[in-house]
């Protein structure tokens, strides 16, 4: 337990905290500690996994976490420095709230002498009046310090906040006089933009029942090249497969920057120090093979989706491009990588007259190639391929049979340039085997 903060300090897992030896002296023995996920929608995604497993670390340790869904909190919305949020419905957020409930168990140990307890603040903030809410609660805040918080600062400048989003940390800080109070808790943890909210919290405790509580933060992640963790040119990284695919997923960690990479196994991977400090090694020696990326994108993929999800993500990769047969991917997995790829849809006026597609304008449509006559170089130079299969000529044509699942072809150039098409409308069109087929 001694070395938790240690080791969190190494992994670049501490951007903020409150005074660090009497939190070291805390954390010495077993304490109980939360921290909150507010349900704004209805997945959890990959900025909330620095905290889900920053909680699992200090599991591990002995420490017993509270895991907080604000079904309160969740109504109102923290500040923002873009712009008020759109308040969504009750029942909405509701449903939310179970969803990220289940992500949350899938993390923690909710059994032994450490187990996790699965809170949410709407059942002691829905009971709160409005008079006890001012009286008791709204005397220890000052209305200065809470106008000093960059969020709202920032709205104030912009033209003006609601009175509903400025009262969010309030309700954040009664969580955890709550926690303290009911289930002893004495740390509350976050990233370093909710660091206001967690000092509101020990103040708030502090000025109520005189207890020093802690609050930890962890650094808000940014690439090397500027953008934001967790966000791809499609959009969000979620937690739920069906938002985002276990293929999406994994192809996310296997796609890391060599000048990320470093850095995410520290504060993502589970793998001793000297393991993670090999794979530097490997990265630095040896970049073509992305073997720290390999390791990290089976290790998340495998925490979030499992080891089924994880070797059809690893097989679909290898298929696409040549290393692996397409008859091993299933129609989920293929659909969601070929999706992923930018897949073309194609169109029935995209075909020939008799419903066939030549190979040279499917190349042309994927993208692939610069048009058909960049198509033929690419099949007489022997560097393009349909579904795997070396194309040979320029005059092949490809119906229905072709397709994998019913619906797509999978198209590359050379070994690292993929496509993919929807094909459907060659089904629809119905050419028969016999009317001609790929060279």
Not at 17 to 43: H, I, K, Q
Not at 134 to 159: P, Q, T
Not at 176 to 181: D, G, Q
């Amino acid at each position: 337990m001694t070395e938790v903060l240690a080791d969190l300090e190494w992994r670049g897992l501490i951007a903020d905290s409150t005074d660090r030896d009497e939190l070291a002296r805390r954390l010495s023995s077993p304490t109980v500690f939360y921290c909150g996920f507010d349900p704004t929608a209805p997945s959890l995604h990959l900025g909330n996994l620095v905290q889900i497993l920053t909680m699992r670390r200090l599991q591990q340790t002995g420490h017993r976490p509270l895991a907080l869904v604000g079904g309160a909190t969740g109504l109102i919305g923290d500040p923002k420095e873009s712009g008020e949020r759109t308040l969504n419905d009750r029942e909405v957020v509701t449903g939310w709230v179970s969803r990220i409930e289940g992500q949350l168990r899938r993390f923690l140990d909710f059994e032994g002498p450490a187990s996790a307890r699965m809170v949410d603040n709407l059942d002691w903030t829905g009971p709160l009046g409005a008079l006890e809410l001012l009286r008791d609660l709204g005397k220890h805040f000052s209305v200065n310090r809470m106008l000093d918080r960059e969020a709202v600062a920032a709205r104030l400048a912009a033209g003006g906040i609601s009175y509903t989003e400025f009262s969010y940390q309030v309700l954040q800080a009664n969580d955890f006089l709550h926690l303290h109070r009911e289930y002893d808790c004495w740390l509350q943890t976050g990233g370093s933009d909710q660091w206001g909210n967690l000092t509101a919290g020990v103040d708030l405790v502090r000025r109520v029942t005189g207890d020093h509580v802690h609050a930890l933060t962890t650094p808000l992640l940014v690439k090397a090249d500027g953008t934001k963790f967790g966000k791809t040119e499609t959009g969000t990284v979620w937690l739920d497969p069906e938002l985002t695919s276990p293929y999406a997923f994994y192809q996310f960690w296997f796609n890391a920057d060599d000048r990320d990479i470093g850095r995410w196994l520290r504060v993502f991977s589970f793998r001793t120090r000297e393991e993670i400090e090999e794979l530097d090694r490997a990265t630095a020696e040896r970049p073509h093979a992305r073997e720290a990326q390999r390791a990290l994108a089976e290790e998340m993929t495998t925490l979030v989706h499992g080891e089924a999800a994880t070797a059809a993500a690893v097989a679909a990769a290898s298929a696409l491009f040549g290393r692996g047969s397409l008859d091993d991917v299933d129609e989920q997995t293929l659909a969601a990588a070929l999706t992923e790829a930018g897949a073309v849809t194609l169109d029935s006026s995209d075909l020939t007259e008799d419903g066939a597609l030549s190979v040279v304008n499917a190349l042309a449509l994927s993208g692939l190639v610069a048009g058909t006559s960049a198509a033929r170089r690419a099949i007489n130079e022997g560097g393009a391929y349909i579904n795997n299969e070396r194309l040979t000529d320029v005059d092949g044509r490809l119906t229905g049979d072709d397709l994998l699942h019913g619906r797509w072809l999978v198209l590359r150039r050379g070994k690292r340039t993929m496509a993919g098409l929807d094909a459907r409308s060659l089904v629809e069109r119905g050419v028969a085997p016999e009317d001609g087929r790929a060279g």
